[in-house]
């Protein structure tokens, strides 16, 4: 196990290295962006060829196992994010995992989103 999963830990921005073990296909990305004041800001176009952005409010808990658990919730009245995520951050705090049931995705540190004209 890593270090303590926290809203410092996790301030910064990430890019979706692997879903389920396979690398994105050419083109395709994610980017998250967590703030400490509990925001994040997602940019993709993993449903569209054209980039999309989504915002909401994250939340870190741990459960009863010391597991740290990630949730979240869209600003555009769509709801909760889909699944409830185990968030695993090895020492050095640049690589992240999710792991859910059904998926699991790797993330990487980055300086910054892309712009997306």
Not at 18 to 29: C, K, P, Q, R, S
Not at 61 to 90: C, H, R
Request: net charge negative.
């Amino acid at each position: 196990p890593g270090p303590d999963v926290t809203y410092e830990a996790m301030e910064g921005v990430w890019r979706l290295e692997e879903w389920n073990g396979e690398e994105l296909i050419d083109g395709a990305y994610l980017f998250i962006e967590f703030s400490t004041d509990k925001h994040f800001e997602m940019w993709d176009n993993l449903g569209s060829m054209y980039p999309q952005l989504r915002t909401g409010r994250y939340s870190i808990s741990q459960n009863d196992n010391n597991e740290f658990m990630l949730t979240g919730t869209y600003d555009n009245g769509v709801g909760d994010w889909a699944k409830e995520y185990e968030v695993i951050m090895p020492k050095g705090g640049n690589t992240m995992t999710w792991q859910s049931k059904e998926e699991s995705m790797s993330f990487s540190r980055v300086d910054e989103i892309p712009e997306f004209n």
